[in-house]
C-alpha cells in the first residue's frame, strides 16, 4: 500500500484500476454497438465526480460522439425534500434530436439523476439513457434504473477515481472506502 496521505486515509479498496479497466471497457463495448446506427450521439459528462470514468469510458466507445458537460449540485433538506441547482448548462442546440447518454460517478439516492433525465429530455432530446461508474441500489429513494452500470457497490461511502470527500480524494487512481474517522472526527 502507498504511505502517501491520499491512500493512508483508504480504508480498502473496493474498485482497482484493472477492474476499472475492465468495466469501462465492458461498457464502451456495450455502448458502441447499441448506439452504431444513432445519427447524434452525444455523451453528457455530469462535473466533477465523473470527469476520470468519462475520459476513460469515451476512450472505449468506437463510434463518432458529441461531449457536453453539465454541474450540478444536489442538496438535501431537513426533510425528504430533495433539490438539484444547475450550476452549469448545456446548450439546447447540443441535445436537440440526440440520443443522449448522461454519465454519471455514483447513483445514490437517485434524485440528481431522475431530475437531470427529465431535464435533458425536455430540451428535445430524441433519447436519453443513463451510465454509471457505481451504483448503491440499497440507497434509492426514487425509481430509477441506470442502463449502464460500472459496478454495484454497498452503502458505504466511496472515494476516488473523480469522486471526493470535502473535494478531496479525486485524484486516487482506484475507488476505495473512505475511512470513517476521517468524516466522524
Ligand atoms: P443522489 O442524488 O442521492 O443519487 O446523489 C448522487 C450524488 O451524491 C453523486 O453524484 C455524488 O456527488 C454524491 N455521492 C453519493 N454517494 C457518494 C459517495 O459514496 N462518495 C462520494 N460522493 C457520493
Ligand atoms: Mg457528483
Do not use: W
Amino acid at each position: 500500500m502507498n504511505n502517501n496521505i491520499l491512500h493512508t486515509d483508504v480504508a480498502s479498496i473496493l474498485v482497482s484500476e484493472e477492474q476499472i479497466n475492465e468495466l469501462t471497457a465492458r461498457l464502451g463495448a456495450q455502448i458502441t454497438e447499441d448506439y452504431k446506427d444513432s445519427k447524434k450521439f452525444v455523451l453528457l459528462c455530469i462535473l466533477k465526480g465523473s470527469t476520470l470514468f468519462f475520459a476513460d469510458l469515451m476512450r472505449k466507445i468506437d463510434i463518432p460522439c458529441a461531449l457536453e458537460f453539465m454541474r450540478v449540485s444536489s442538496y438535501k433538506g431537513t426533510e425528504t425534500t430533495h433539490q438539484v441547482t444547475m450550476l452549469l448548462d448545456v446548450e439546447k442546440t447540443a441535445i436537440n434530436g440526440a440520443d443522449v447518454i448522461i454519465v454519471e460517478d455514483i447513483i445514490d439516492s437517485g434524485n440528481t439523476l431522475a431530475h437531470l433525465k427529465n431535464y435533458i429530455a425536455s430540451k428535445g432530446a430524441n433519447s436519453v439513457k443513463t451510465c454509471t461508474l457505481l451504483d448503491k441500489p440499497s440507497r434509492r429513494v426514487v425509481n430509477l434504473t441506470p442502463d449502464y452500470v460500472g459496478a454495484e457497490i454497498p452503502d458505504e461511502f466511496v472515494i476516488g477515481y473523480g469522486l471526493d470527500y470535502d473535494e478531496k480524494y479525486r485524484n486516487l487512481p482506484y475507488v476505495g472506502i473512505l475511512k470513517r474517522e476521517v468524516y466522524e472526527k
